[in-house]
């Protein structure tokens, strides 16, 4: 399991380095990450399980720096929205994550996470469809 982690987190850290742009990134986080749980999903399973390993997934606080990173990058670049808090971009995207791990979806589970990365990166509503947007108070 820690050979797979630093798998992971070599990974990433190689992805954060590349040149290609922040939505590229995301991307590419999401799919990293899709496919190593795809290949050992028995082997998370039973870690998961192990509640005092002294490994720590390659999703805890490197991952998250990491993300805030690349969503820094892409809102400085004019690629994202800056009237979203990098906070909720970064819970959406775990979220994201989360829910194509736990999916109890007939939809295999790489599909399942395109479909995700999509509705993250893109949104619902069709381009030529004005959107509606709401105000919380």
Do not use: W
């Not at 390659?58 to 990173?69: A, M, R, S, T, Y």
């Not at 892409?74 to 829910?99: A, Y």
């Amino acid at each position: 399991m820690a050979q797979k982690i630093s798998e992971a987190k070599r990974s990433l850290e190689e992805l954060n380095q590349s040149s290609i742009n922040p939505p590229q990134k995301i991307s590419q986080i999401l799919l990293i990450l899709g496919k190593i749980f795809e290949d050992n999903q028995q082997l998370f399973k039973l870690y998961r399980n192990q509640s005092l390993s002294p490994i720590q997934p390659p999703h805890g606080p490197e991952f998250k720096d990491l993300l805030v990173n690349v969503i820094q990058e892409g809102q400085e670049n004019g690629e994202f929205r800056v009237t979203i808090p990098i906070e909720i971009v970064t819970e959406m995207f775990m979220g994201l994550i989360q829910s194509a791990i736990t999916s109890r979806s007939q939809i295999p589970f790489k599909e399942n996470l395109k479909y995700k990365l999509a509705l993250f990166l893109e949104g619902l509503t069709e381009k030529k469809e004005q959107a509606m947007f709401f105000t919380c108070n």
